[in-house]
């Protein structure tokens, strides 16, 4: 049995901490033969790998994991969170800035939806983020057509269920009342496709914008559409309890970014 396979780290994790792809993600991707180390293609997960083994995917080599990193996202509308779009859309990846490193989203926010969207190079950190039982609240601003009560906005902080699928109580609160449209605030530890818009049409009410604003006690703050912005390796550290390179530049913030120009092709 070599060293590696000794000690190191499963090279799922490895692949995933790279940014290439989620640990799962990857593991499909070792059993689909797309991976090799020292040259040779493996067809199991279960391997340990160490810096001295060369890795590669698709061909090309998997740099030394970079330490885990985390993005706040200011996403407009109109664009999609997948990486690559089935109808054609434009997706979030054709808009960052050119030198993010490869990033996955955590979680989603749909097409008509801006706000907060959490970015990151690791895919473990992209795991425990999305995991129900982190529990992290989400905020959001809804402005909704309409002119509810705080008696329509029970059934929503009660629970409801649509369709057969229940949906957890949700935090809510009428702000106020801007013409034909109202706005609420709602807070909720779960994150169901299309949740908030459908919660909302089940007491009737149409949703014509939806904002979020934080993310467990991420912020967007005052992020301008399309930018982006590092969290403090320090406060990555503080708030998920994973190690970062908080000794390497102590107290400066990656500066915010704006997106790509429109039309200019990301690089590969």
Same mark, same amino acid.
């Given at each position: ?21 989620? &640990? ?83 979680? &989603? ?19 425990? +983020? ?24 029970? !059934?929503? &902080? ?17 702000? &106020? ?32 914008? +939806? ?21 403090? !390796? ?5 708030? +998920? ?23 200019? !092709?990301?690089?590969?």
């Amino acid at each position: 049995m070599t060293e590696s396979q000794h000690k190191g780290e499963r090279i799922a994790k490895v692949i995933a901490r790279a940014g290439v792809a989620s &640990r799962r993600e990857a593991e499909r991707m070792i059993e689909s033969g797309r991976v090799k180390v020292n040259d040779k293609v493996i067809e199991r997960a279960a391997l340990n790998v160490t810096d001295k083994d060369k890795v590669t995917v698709d061909g090309r080599d998997l740099s030394a994991p970079e330490p885990p990193r985390l993005w706040l996202y200011h996403k407009p509308t109109g664009l999609v969170t997948t990486t690559r779009d089935e109808q054609g859309r434009a997706t979030i990846y054709d808009e960052l800035p050119e030198d993010l490193p490869r990033v996955m989203s955590v979680g &989603r926010l749909d097409l008509n939806s801006e706000g907060l969207l959490l970015l990151t190079n690791d895919g473990g950190i992209k795991r425990k +983020l999305e995991l129900p039982s982190t529990g992290w609240l989400r905020k959001y601003r809804v402005r909704v057509k309409g002119r509810p009560s705080d008696k329509t906005l029970e !059934p929503l &902080r009660q629970g409801i269920e649509i369709e057969g699928e229940k949906f957890q109580s949700m935090t809510v609160s009428l702000d &106020r009342q801007q013409g034909a449209n109202a706005w609420v605030t709602v807070s909720l530890r779960e994150g169901k496709n299309r949740e908030i818009r459908r919660a909302m049409e089940a007491v009737g009410l149409s949703v014509n914008r +939806l904002i979020r604003i934080s993310y467990g006690p991420f912020q967007l703050g005052q992020l301008k559409r399309g930018e982006v912005q590092e969290i403090r !390796p320090r406060v990555l550290k503080d708030q +998920l309890g994973m190690q970062g390179e908080d000794d390497k530049k102590p107290g400066k913030p990656t500066p915010k970014r704006t997106r790509r120009k429109p039309g200019k !092709p990301r690089q590969k």
